[in-house]
């Protein structure tokens, strides 16, 4: 199990990193790699108030929680303090997918779209465990390596 703790907007990403690409890119990176590290179950805690430097902050939850899609998670609150009214919310999955991604799908040459990285053309579809690892030659941002069930790839079809 791997649980990573603090997932809000202002702690994960950090909100120096809010104006620097290039670290906010790398914040998500050390993030998906944690995910990754997980041989089961990941849990993403965040709190809906916390203290934080002598006051009390409520935070919105971390933009790279949008990146992992709906149907791979449940949420569920982990524990309220009446007095405090401190709430966690854990997100979960299993990292075993629902429906094994086909690396027939995809193959080498085939062009495809990601909402973030914009349009590309794989390298190369390999299983790995329980799903494929692709990788993708994005027109804007380079090669990218990249989890087939958490990429949400769009295979582009050229008329």
Sequence with gaps: MVFIVGVEDGILPHFKSFDDPEQLEEERRLCYVGITRAKQRVYLVRAFRRSLMGSTVVNKPSRFLDDIPQHLTSTGGLWQGEESQVATTIYSWNRAPTHSPATSE??????????????????????VKDDSEVVVVFDEVGIKKLSLSFAKLEKVINL
């Design 106 to 127: 995809l193959k080498a040459g085939d062009h495809v779209h990601h909402a973030q990285f914009g349009d590309g053309i794989v390298v190369s579809c390999q299983p």
